[in-house]
């Protein structure tokens, strides 16, 4: 069974061997925040990954509701 991740620093530097990985081992990104919008590498990765860009407080309550 695919365990869900949710990434904090989407557009970061490592954030690609970071989606590379999850991918690779079977598993699944479902969110992914980072207030900078240069996170269109993760679409080559996981298409359907929901992306948050301005506030945390909205991939928090994802699984708090």
Known sequence: ???SFALIGAAGYIAPRHM???KETGHQLVA???PNDSVGVMDS???G???FLQN???LTGMWIN
């Open 1 to 3: 069974m695919p365990t």
């Open 20 to 22: 590379q990985a999850i």
């Open 32 to 34: 992914a925040y980072d």
């Open 45 to 47: 990765y996981f298409s």
């Open 49 to 51: 990954c929901r992306i």
């Open 56 to 58: 945390l407080s909205d």
